[in-house]
């Protein structure tokens, strides 16, 4: 069909507005640039929804080798080691850019900020904002920012459906707002889309974040990496609401501790106990979960009256479950949370097709590796858009007006998709149950209907994981509990991952690549 064209005279598109999209347009500043946003300015995005902070060594027993151990550490591996040293070298600088962006950070009396303890990080160096609110402060103060700035064109309500790529390159891109579909001719686009939590039935994350951009990018022919690790944050607070609201990783940084029903520790025995790192404490629960049993978090004895305090949103959240968490230990179970993996990208954020970026949980710059360290996507969101708006603003093009004709696809449903991605990609996995998975999704993903995406996704996730045959990180494998003396990251296009998927529809053996 042939689809209106908005002329927005070659400006760079960015296609999410949560923290990674916003500051990405607010560093491309005084160059226009077009921000588009899937819903009202601020809902229905990620980061609005993040207790956590920022991690930056900026205390004085701190220093950003220490950042770069924990963060290696916690990846297992698979951790880009020139990536991590630039990323916690330039934290302190982006704190002190949200900071001149208006981001109200929690501070002491006398003005320095309130630095809290995360898991498995070994000094105190998370700046939050609002107690247990960051990412709610950090989305408001972008928010008023980007509307202040003359430069950004903010379309609201406007869901992107594809990326039209010629001759390798992105030449526009295809969009349906409330008027129908248009087109928005350019060069360059970003994507800032977030997560795939939404594949998943417990999930922190919006049932809109079902991984969008990795599906525009994997249309495109973009190359896509380490798909296979999913974090599953530990501490859910365990209720019938989705998504499930956090119990952030901040309350056992104060001293809370896991207990079963009999109100034993049951991670006594495990180095860094609570604060060990995430795939390792999701595992523990799980396990107790899986035996029947329930778990909670007690606070009781480490914050107890001032638990409110501390955490007003937390606090809030718990008693509407009616639990008192000054009173009561706080019922939790693992949710999905975070997408180490993404768009393989360079140190400026560009993908493998010529004119298309990725910023923020979409993109996977290698600062994860195999399990994400606490709080430090929020970091990586404000650290690398200024990259990427730099690379992006750097990069030469040529206007192209000519109208575009494309098949519009409907709109995309995950609903169908997640009992399966729920079964076959959770903390513990296996091959019998992911090669039912990807026959299941395969012939969802091959058609143009609501479930493709979410269904491409998610199969491309199966093979990623069918082919990691090991333990590594957020990646455990009941079949192949072991962990592979070499650290190998993994590469996925659209075509390589519909090959195999083929293949193994046929019972032929998956081979890496």
């Known amino acids: ?29 005084p160059e226009p640039v077009v921000l588009l946003s899937n819903a009202p300015l601020g809902t229905g995005v990620c980061s609005e929804l993040a207790q956590g902070g920022l991690a930056a060594s900026l205390g004085g027993d701190d220093d950003p080798e220490l950042h770069l151990c924990d963060t290696i550490a916690a990846g297992d591996g698979l951790c880009d080691e020139a990536t991590v040293r630039r990323v916690v070298r330039a934290a302190t600088n982006a704190i002190k850019t949200l900071d001149r962006f208006g981001v109200a950070f929690d501070r002491y009396p006398e003005g320095a900020l309130r630095l809290g303890l995360e898991a498995a990080h070994s000094q105190r160096r998370i700046v939050h904002a609002g107690g247990d609110a960051t990412g709610r402060e ?8 980007a509307r202040r700035t003359a430069s950004i064109t903010i379309l609201e309500n406007v869901e992107v459906r594809r990326l039209i790529v010629e001759d390798g390159s992105v030449i526009a891109v295809v969009a349906v707002g409330y008027a129908g579909a ?13 997560g795939i939590g939404g594949l998943f039935c417990d999930t922190t994350n919006p049932p809109g974040s079902w991984g969008h951009g990795l599906a525009l990018a994997a249309w495109a022919g973009a190359e896509l990496a380490d798909l296979e690790f999913v974090q599953f944050h530990p501490t859910a607070l365990d209720t019938p609401r989705r998504p499930m609201p956090l119990v952030s990783e901040a309350v056992r940084g104060e001293g809370a501790m896991l207990i ?22 999701a595992r523990a629960v799980w396990h107790q979960l899986a035996a029947g049993g329930r778990v909670f978090l007690d606070a009781r004895r480490c914050l107890g009256p001032s638990f409110e305090k501390r955490f007003p949103g937390i606090a809030g959240l718990c008693r509407e479950a009616g639990v008192d968490p000054a009173t009561d230990p706080i019922p939790v179970r693992p949710a999905a949370h ?3 993996g993404g768009v393989a990208v360079d140190a400026g954020g560009r993908s493998s097709v010529e004119g298309l970026w990725a910023c923020g949980e979409v993109a996977c710059t290698g600062l ?36 575009c004709s494309t098949l519009v696809p409907p709109r995309p449903d995950a609903s169908g998709i997640r009992a399966v991605v729920s079964a076959a990609l959770g903390i513990i996995r296996d091959g019998q149950t992911m090669r039912e998975a990807v026959a299941t999704l395969l012939p ?19 093979v990623a994981a069918l082919r990691r045959e090991e333990s590594r990180g957020a990646h455990c494998r009941s079949d192949f509990p072991r962990r592979d003396a070499d650290a190998c990251t993994s590469r996925l296009t659209l075509n390589s991952a519909m090959q195999a998927a083929a293949a193994l529809s046929c019972r032929a053996p998956i081979r890496s690549t």
Do not use: Q
């Open 1 to 29: 069909m042939n689809l209106d064209v908005l002329d927005i005279a070659g400006a760079p598109v960015v296609i999410g507005a949560g923290i990674a999209g916003l500051m990405t347009a607010l560093h491309l500043a």
């Open 138 to 145: 950090l989305v408001r103060a972008l928010i008023a920012a």
């Open 182 to 194: 248009v087109a928005l001719p350019t060069r360059r686009a970003v994507l800032a889309t977030g």
């Open 260 to 281: 079963d029903e009999r109100g034993e520790r049951f991670l006594a025995e495990t180095p860094g106990g609570e604060l060990a790192p995430r795939d390792v404490v």
């Open 338 to 340: 975070y997408h180490m």
């Open 368 to 403: 994860h590796g195999a399990n994400r360290l606490a709080s430090n996507s929020l970091t990586e969101a404000a650290v690398t858009a200024s990259w990427v708006a730099e690379s992006v603003a750097g990069a030469s093009y040529t206007r192209r007006r000519r109208v």
């Open 444 to 462: 969802m993903a091959g058609h143009d209907g609501p479930k493709s995406g979410p269904a491409l996704v998610s199969l491309m996730l199966a």
